[in-house]
C-alpha cells in the first residue's frame, strides 16, 4: 500500500458541469476526511467519514456538494453545476484509531473555467 | 469560531540558522497540535505533534506548546535550503483520534544558501 490515492490529480472544467473526485484510503484506515485548499489559505475541513458513516459535514458545504463512502472503503466527492469559487486543491486524508496522525493525499486540483 | 492564526511571512533565514514558526489558536479545549509542512503545488505532509505542554524535538525540529498562552511554535535548527516551503499550524479540537483539524493560512519559509 503506498498511501493515500487520490483521482484524478487535475480536472479542468467549464462551470456549469458536474465533476467528481475519487479517494482510496490507506487500506486498514476506517476514517477518511475531505479538506478543500485555496490559494494562500490553508485546507478547510469539509466532511469526514468512519467507515460508511458520513458523522460530520461543514457549512462550507453546500449542497451542490456531496460525498459518499458506500462500502467504508474509497469515497467520492461530488460537485454539481460547479461554479468558479470551487476551483481549489481538493485534499483527501485517512486515519484508523490508532493513528496519531491522518496521511494526506497529493489532492486533486479543480480548475472551473 | 474557531481559529488557528499564523503570520503568513515571508520568513527569511540563512541556510544553518534558526527558523522560528509560530502559531496562536483560539479554543482553550483544542487538545492536539500539528505541524505540516507544504511544498508549492503539493499535499501537506506531517512534521510534528504535539499533545502536552512543554518541548517535544525530533531531530533538527522542536516543538512548543504553551496551553496557558494558547501559543504554538516550530523551531528548525541548522536551516536548509530543502525547508524552504509553507508550514502550516492545525489544531485538533475534538482530541482523540479524529483529525477534523483546523488549519492556519500557513507561513512561507525562504532558506537562503
Known amino acids: 500500500d503506498t498511501g493515500v490515492s487520490q483521482d484524478p490529480r487535475h480536472k479542468i472544467t467549464k462551470r456549469g458541469q458536474n465533476v467528481t473526485f475519487r479517494c482510496d484510503p490507506i487500506?486498514?484506515?476506517?476514517?477518511l476526511y475531505w479538506y478543500r485548499q485555496t490559494l494562500g489559505q490553508g485546507p478547510e475541513f469539509l466532511t469526514y467519514?468512519?467507515?460508511?458513516?458520513?458523522?460530520?459535514k461543514s457549512r462550507l458545504l453546500s449542497d451542490r456538494f456531496s460525498a459518499e463512502r458506500p462500502k467504508g472503503s474509497f469515497s467520492t466527492l461530488e460537485i454539481q453545476r460547479t461554479e468558479q469559487g470551487d476551483s481549489a486543491m481538493y485534499l483527501c486524508a485517512s486515519s484508523s484509531y490508532m493513528n496519531t496522525e491522518a496521511f494526506f493525499g497529493q489532492g486533486t486540483r479543480l480548475t472551473v473555467v | 469560531q474557531k481559529e488557528v492564526e499564523q503570520n503568513s511571512g515571508p520568513l527569511s533565514v540563512p541556510e544553518g540558522a534558526i527558523a522560528s514558526l509560530n502559531c496562536t489558536y483560539s479554543d482553550r479545549g483544542s487538545q492536539s497540535f500539528f505541524w505540516y509542512r507544504q511544498y508549492s503545488g503539493k499535499s501537506p505532509e506531517l512534521i510534528m505533534f504535539i499533545y502536552s505542554n512543554g518541548d517535544k524535538e525530533d531531530g533538527r525540529f522542536t516543538a512548543q506548546l504553551n496551553k496557558a498562552s494558547q501559543y504554538v511554535s516550530l523551531l528548525i535548527r541548522d536551516s536548509q535550503p530543502s525547508d524552504s516551503a509553507t508550514y502550516l499550524c492545525?489544531?485538533?479540537?475534538?482530541?482523540?483520534?479524529?483529525?477534523?483539524?483546523?488549519f492556519g493560512k500557513g507561513t512561507l519559509l525562504t532558506v537562503n544558501p
Open positions: 467519514f468512519q467507515n460508511e458513516a458520513q458523522l460530520e
Open positions: 487500506s486498514e484506515h476506517n476514517r
Open positions: 492545525a489544531v485538533n479540537h475534538g482530541g482523540g483520534s479524529n483529525y477534523k483539524l483546523t
